[in-house]
């Protein structure tokens, strides 16, 4: 694939604050990517970090058990579903579903989650139907096995990213990365193999986060990053570089969620902001080995994959392919506020449209029907219900932390720094 030149501003001014905007999206890596089709070939075997794991209490889910009912809603007429080891729990007013077959409607501005009388400010999804999520509220980190019904603590809530096991809601990973030199993380790398109930610190995998993990009889695959990729297939001890994308500053990582890990999609940026989209062959998961180049872009950009379904969001629009990234439909209808209507990696960037922070950093597919997507970025989310062709806007314009769809109780849950709200999948 031809690199893109990147477009310069001609206008006084627009050149530092075009600086600035790269210095804000785009990472200072080394070790570019080659821009054909063919496989690099390393030069020298990965090498391996010895780490020693350290055992650290977590709070078992024993200690706190909310269960949560909408804002503004009437009471559940049934019993709460509840983890199974947990005690009896403590009644909060907050915005989540009932426990009843039919949820009731939610307020026309959403309904606030809270859990034990504190906001959410970080949502993660734990599995496709969203009976498992995990949440950040106060300093506590809280799961759910019943669609949000009611929230159980599993350990502090300071830790980084979290990444939950693509086949296996029991196994997450946490950690941060230092990012190309630019510093390291103040996160420890940490693994639980309970649901969160306790945690495990390895010391020796500082500046990783996990991107994606899986869990088989044989080994406890994760894929990371610091600068590059890295992959590790004992749960995060010991990890080796990825040849063909060391130096690369990589932001994301998907797989084919119907069929898992017989491939992999990355989005990775080069140190002059050529973002590229990469399909990789992961038949031999500690191995992955260059495919092909699917798409570039300015920056960085959001992912996701399912039943055939590829979704791009970039900086200056959306992608959605049926074709495993051959041919793509790109639309930024209904996120002309959000996006550049110019794409920065060939042309300048129309001075009214000059904001450092037009990002989308969240993309998820609803399993249960691939029309419907939600993105999130820095100026919100947006609800697509036709396979990405338009975009709404759905809630208020704060940068989005996470979204996490349950599709167990028609719900899905959208965070930000201030808190998290709640909306059907339909957006009403």
């Known amino acids: 694939m031809r690199r893109g030149r990147r477009g310069s501003l001609t206008q006084p001014g627009k050149t530092a604050l075009f600086a600035a905007i790269l210095m804000v999206l785009i990472a200072a890596c080394s070790s570019p990517l080659t821009d054909n089709n063919e496989d690099p070939t390393p030069t020298s075997p990965p090498a391996t970090v010895p780490s020693t794991p350290t055992a650290v209490p977590g709070s078992t889910a024993t200690s706190t058990t909310v269960t949560v009912t909408p804002a503004g809603s009437a009471s559940p007429t049934g019993a709460a579903a509840t983890p199974t080891d947990t005690t009896a729990p403590e009644t909060r007013t907050a915005g989540t579903s009932t426990p009843t077959a039919t949820t009731e409607p939610l307020p026309e501005s959403g309904a606030e989650l809270l859990i034990d009388g504190q906001a959410v400010t970080r949502i993660v999804q734990g599995s496709d139907t969203g009976r498992t999520m995990f949440a950040v509220a106060g300093d506590k980190l809280w799961r759910t096995n019943d669609g949000g019904r009611s929230w159980a603590a599993a350990g502090e809530g300071n830790i980084g990213p979290l990444v ?187 001075e009214a449209e000059l904001d450092p922070y037009r990002r989308l950093t969240e993309v998820v597919i609803d399993p249960t029907n691939r029309d419907r997507i939600w993105l999130g970025g820095s100026h919100g989310a947006f609800l697509s219900v036709d396979g990405g062709q338009t975009w709404t806007r759905v809630g208020a314009d704060a940068e989005v932390t996470g979204i996490a769809i349950a599709a167990l109780t028609d719900r899905v849950l959208i965070s930000t720094e201030s808190g998290t709200r709640l909306w059907s999948l339909d957006g009403d």
């Open 164 to 350: 939950v096991a693509l086949n296996d809601e029991d196994t997450i990973y946490s950690g941060d990365r230092g990012g190309c030199g630019r510093g390291f993380s103040f996160f420890e790398f940490r693994r639980s193999t309970d649901a969160g109930r306790t945690w495990e610190v390895v010391e020796d995998s500082l500046d990783i986060q996990p991107l994606l993990a899986y869990e088989s009889s044989d080994s406890s695959l994760v894929y990371g990053t610091n600068c590059g990729l890295s992959v590790s297939t004992d749960g995060g001890s010991t990890w080796s570089l990825v040849p063909d994308l060391n130096g690369e500053d990589l932001f994301a990582i998907a797989t084919e969620r119907s069929d898992p890990m017989a491939q992999i999609i990355v989005v990775s940026a080069t140190e002059g902001g050529t973002g590229r989209l990469f399909l990789m062959d992961t038949s031999n998961p500690a191995q992955p080995l260059f495919v092909d180049a699917l798409a570039q872009f300015w920056g960085d950009a959001a992912i996701d994959w399912t039943e055939g379904r590829m979704v791009l969001a970039n900086a200056h629009r959306v992608g959605v392919s049926d074709d495993g990234g051959e041919t793509w439909s790109w639309s930024r209808s209904g996120l002309e506020d959000v996006t550049y209507s110019a794409d920065p990696l060939f042309e300048p960037i129309p």
